[in-house]
């Protein structure tokens, strides 16, 4: 992480507008604690600039001609993990949000945000942190939310279709236990146990046993050791 000699975090600039790049020099011209020392204009230049001068913070748009800033952040976060990336975008959109997380940036704001948001997510990711303006983390939120409550809704509820007498034989069959050990323990034939096995894997829509023990573990029925 590159530091001028005052201490200030160096920054480098990349947007394809030139004007847009000026006016963020401007700004932070006045700061204390950052100063720009290189602007870009596509993501193939970020990167070379990212190499040279070993920036604090690679302040990138997510649009820019040729690869997308989303490109860029990967290669820079893989080749100088020092150098964190803040991603800017006209547009909040969740999709932009977690493809920027998963290049490997730590922050994410949009062009409209005040010039006190831009100096706290500077400061925030400066010292270690991850940063989202409110429209980005309300994204976030909904994401996680929508996901956990899809996947929760469709694995809980076909096995809330079980019966009492399938869910324990679900739980052997996942533990590993053969069908007579199951019939054994449950004091019925082995072929109940199929025919139970096999009403479980159509209630559950899946195929086999192996998808089986998956399903048991996803829902917390079993640990299967990492």
């Known amino acids: 992480m590159s530091l001028t000699a005052?201490?200030?975090?160096?920054?480098?600039?990349?947007?394809?507008?030139?004007?847009?790049?000026?006016?963020?020099?401007?700004?932070?011209?006045?700061?204390?604690?950052?100063?720009?020392?290189?602007?870009?204009?596509?993501?193939?230049?970020?990167?070379?600039?990212?190499?040279?001068?070993?920036?604090?913070i690679v302040l990138m748009d997510i649009a820019l001609p040729g690869n997308s800033g989303l490109e860029g952040a990967r290669l820079i976060c893989a080749q100088h993990p020092p150098t964190k990336v803040i991603m800017i975008s006209m547009h909040?959109?969740?999709?932009y949000?977690?493809?920027?997380?998963?290049?490997?940036?730590?922050?994410?704001?949009?062009?409209?945000?005040t010039p006190d948001m831009l100096l706290?997510?500077?400061?925030?990711?400066?010292k270690?942190?991850?940063?989202?303006?409110?429209?980005?983390?309300?994204?976030i939120v909904?994401?996680?939310?929508?996901?956990?409550?899809?996947?929760?809704?469709?694995?809980e509820s076909n096995y809330d279709k079980l019966t009492q007498r399938e869910q324990e034989v679900m739980r052997f069959v996942a533990e590993g236990l053969t069908t007579k050990q199951i019939a054994s323990h449950l004091c019925i034939?082995?072929?109940?146990?199929?025919?139970?096995?096999?009403?479980?894997?159509?209630?559950?829509?899946v195929d086999n046993i192996v998808d089986v023990v998956k399903y048991a573990a996803k829902l917390g029925i079993i640990n299967i050791p990492t």
Do not use: W
């Open 6 to 56: 005052d201490s200030k975090a160096s920054i480098l600039l990349v947007d394809d507008h030139t004007l847009f790049r000026k006016g963020l020099k401007l700004l932070l011209d006045e700061s204390s604690q950052f100063e720009v020392v290189g602007e870009a204009g596509s993501a193939e230049e970020a990167c070379r600039k990212a190499g040279e001068l070993k920036p604090a």
């Open 142 to 155: 909904q994401y996680v939310l929508e996901r956990n409550t899809g996947a929760a809704s469709a694995s």
């Open 97 to 113: 949000i977690i493809q920027a997380l998963q290049s490997g940036a730590v922050g994410f704001i949009v062009k409209d945000s």
């Open 120 to 126: 706290t997510a500077l400061d925030t990711v400066s």
């Open 128 to 139: 270690g942190h991850y940063y989202f303006d409110h429209t980005a983390m309300d994204e």
């Open 189 to 205: 034939s082995p072929k109940t146990v199929e025919n139970h096995r096999t009403k479980i894997m159509d209630k559950l829509h």
């Open 92 to 95: 909040s959109k969740k999709e």
